[in-house]
């Protein structure tokens, strides 16, 4: 038997819905293989995610595409491309220069949206990344540390539209939508999965220069993980699908908003699609 054998190490980033994700892969595995399953707590973002598989510390965790084809590959986005042809070829590159796997999508897209109180984009009249141009220099912006760092980050962000914002802030992204809701922030860079757009009744912008690439998430393991445990990848591709926009919204919700614990709603989610008893 390899060392490869035997075990998973699971993980996932710093919000909420990864930390679910990451119970619901955990969880499904250990229900449906022999496998030991780790789950390990977040390292952090993409990059410090990207250092821990290379280097085998963690086996599997959920990555979005947009991110790994243009902050990991650091591939330039052409919005021509279809969602299809950035998942293939995130999938491709990552298999030839990491030996990673990216598995079958699980049916969401959770992109960054601009997102903003709706009396304030009310009384701006403000519906369009566009419009919110020649309003930027008296708003605050408010976004996680990791987007001003990143490709698809807030300097191509203010290369494409012109903006001058007022500020910017540093904020965990857990926290940015009460920010914005209490008028600390004005404009933040929402997920759009996330339950507390609607709840806090704010509005979502449209990007219309399509600066935001596809971000559908997506299991990535490491390939010796799969190589040494036939049938596990067959398994996981069970999971293709199995969410939409909507309901990665709804359990998101449900520890947003209802003060679920993650592994309860992942657990929960799975025995209803029947993937585990
Ligand atoms: N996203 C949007 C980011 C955070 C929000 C899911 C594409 C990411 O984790 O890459």
Do not use: C
């Amino acid at each position: 038997e390899s060392d490869a054998k035997g075990k998973i190490v699971i993980t996932g980033k710093k919000f909420t819905e990864q930390v679910i994700l990451t119970h619901l892969l955990a969880e499904y595995v250990k229900a449906n293989t022999d496998l030991d399953v780790e789950v390990k707590d977040s390292l952090g973002g993409a990059f410090m995610l990207q250092q821990a598989i290379e280097n085998g510390d963690v086996d599997m965790y959920v990555e979005y595409t947009g991110t790994g084809y243009l902050n990991i590959l650091k591939q330039p986005y052409d919005p021509a491309k279809t969602p299809e042809q950035i998942y293939n070829e995130t999938k491709k590159l990552y298999k030839e220069k990491y030996n990673i796997a990216w598995l079958k999508p699980l049916g969401f897209n959770n992109t960054y949206a601009l997102a903003m109180r709706r009396d304030l984009a009310e009384k701006l009249g403000v519906k369009t990344y566009s419009d919110l141009v020649k309003h930027s220099s008296s708003l605050t912006f408010g976004s996680d540390a990791e987007f001003f760092e990143r490709s698809d980050g807030y300097d191509g962000l203010v290369d494409t539209y012109g903006f001058h914002f007022k500020k910017t802030v540093n904020i965990d992204p857990d926290l940015q939508y009460e920010a914005a809701k209490n008028g600390e922030i004005d404009v933040i860079t929402a997920y759009t999965t996330d339950a507390r757009i609607k709840k806090y009744d704010l509005v979502v912008l449209k990007d219309d220069k399509h600066y935001f690439p596809p971000y559908h998430a997506v299991p990535i393991i490491r390939q010796e993980v799969l190589d040494a445990n036939p049938g596990l990848e067959e398994k996981l591709n069970k999971l293709t699908n199995i969410l939409t926009d909507e309901k990665m919204m709804k359990l998101n919700g449900e520890v947003n908003l209802e003060g679920k614990q993650p592994r309860e709603v992942a657990i929960d989610f799975l025995k209803k699609e029947g993937l585990i008893d």
